[in-house]
């Protein structure tokens, strides 16, 4: 069974460690609280453009050697950004940890930016940008965030804009790190062989000396929004849809049901209520599913699906019609137990991804202060009951649901 141990550097960095004595493989990195969120309007895509350029240069290394570091034994470097929190991490054989955390320590205290790689860089984020918006299924998710956070620091894209890159230099980038990217703002995570001993002093070793400064609070993001059904004629062959509404966020009382719920609504599942309505018995569409994200002060209950324009309707009223049955009778318990035993079973199978799992550790302790294993996820997942899923399902039943149409 999958157990966690902690520790915190004098400096403020929290470490979580998950021992693994069996496989091949090991899983270090660092989660920072700061994205797009923290980003002023003239800086917006900046969290997301430091993310790609910490790897173009640091006091002790060229981009070139950065690459080859974790490659040169097999294994990789990665990193990727929200709205909420930044992550770099590596996977690696075992045996090579002191390299990849020495490596990230360097990528995270270090970088230097130089110019012609900055130049070369917002080139390669441009065509990202670009890419994207001739992406309409990925697009119409942010577009819907925009609308209902707009004004607040979650109102936009990760990537920023064309424009906004021009801004992006190295002092900018440098400041923006210095800023956010301090030991108490951060959790390191490590999930392989090693004892807990020994990454502590690793982690000692390389992030030890970095500076106790006080973490930077984000702004509240309160959505203040009318409920809206917006269509936008983007010329494309599909309408690509997506509804909702706002719930609590990561700390409120509803996270485990809403969980749950959204499994049974549009889960990966093909039994999900949505797929067997909209796909498997009316032929509406080849894609739907329902997402819930939740930020540290608000959360979003989504359902995005791909249809023929002409269907548009029909699927909007199959869609409400599942979601206001939820949120007006409770199911009953026999049916709960055996979507919670479904999804507790989806849960389990999910830890078998090390990788995504070393991730989910470093953020749960980013929020919570500790990592819940799977029988005690799986504990309160079988503590729902009827009413309380239903409570779950009206913050997110029909009234209280906007639209955006791309199409």
């Known amino acids: 069974m999958e157990q966690y141990s902690y520790h915190t550097l004098g400096n403020g960095l929290r470490i979580v460690h998950a021992r693994h004595m069996a496989g091949c493989g090991e899983y270090c990195g660092v989660v920072t609280r700061v994205g797009s969120r923290d980003e002023s309007p003239q800086d917006y895509g900046l969290a997301h453009f430091i993310e790609h350029t910490i790897f173009k240069g640091t006091a002790r290394r060229r981009s070139w050697h950065i690459i080859n570091r974790m490659e040169a034994v097999g294994g990789e470097l990665n990193a990727y950004t929200t709205k909420e929190e930044t992550v770099v991490y590596s996977s690696f054989p075992a045996g090579n940890a002191a390299r990849a955390v020495e490596l990230i320590a360097d990528l995270l205290t270090a970088s230097v930016f130089p110019d012609n790689e900055l130049d070369k860089e917002r080139e390669v984020v441009a065509d990202e940008i670009n890419s994207y918006l001739d ?69 000692e070793r390389r992030f030890g000396g970095m500076s106790a400064a006080a973490p930077v609070a984000h702004d509240v993001a309160v959505p203040v929004y009318d409920i809206f059904n917006e269509v936008r004629n983007i010329g494309s062959h599909q309408s690509h849809v997506v509804t909702g509404a706002t719930v609590p966020g990561i700390y409120g009382d509803n996270v485990y049901p809403m969980a749950l719920l959204t499994n049974i609504i549009g ?7 949505l797929n067997l309505a909209l796909r498997e018995r009316s032929g509406l569409v080849y894609t739907v599913e329902a997402s819930t994200t939740l930020f540290s002060d608000t959360g979003l209950f989504t359902v995005y699906y791909g249809c023929d324009p002409h269907d548009c309707g029909r699927c909007r009223r199959i869609v409400h019609n599942q979601l206001e049955r939820l949120a007006e009778t409770a199911l009953p318990e026999r049916r709960l137990a055996a979507y919670a035993r479904q999804y507790i079973g989806q849960l389990t199978l999910s830890r078998d991804n090390r990788e995504q799992s070393a991730l989910s550790m ?26 309380r899923l239903r409570a779950a399902a009206e913050l997110v039943a029909p009234v209280r649901c906007s639209s955006l149409t791309l199409g």
């Open 135 to 203: 992406s309409p299924s990925e697009a119409v998710y942010d577009d819907f965030e925009d609308i209902v956070y707009k004004g607040t620091g979650l109102g936009h894209n990760i990537l920023g804009t064309v424009d906004t890159l021009r801004n992006f230099d190295t002092l900018r980038c440098r400041e923006f790190m210095d800023r956010y990217y301090v030991p108490g703002n951060m959790v390191f995570f490590y999930a392989g062989p090693e004892p807990m001993g020994k990454v502590v002093r690793m982690a």
């Open 267 to 273: 889960g990966p599942g093909m039994n999900s209520l």
């Open 362 to 387: 470093g953020r749960a302790v980013m929020y919570h202060g500790r990592a819940l294993t799977v029988p005690q996820v799986a504990e309160r997942i079988m503590d729902i009951t009827p009413e």
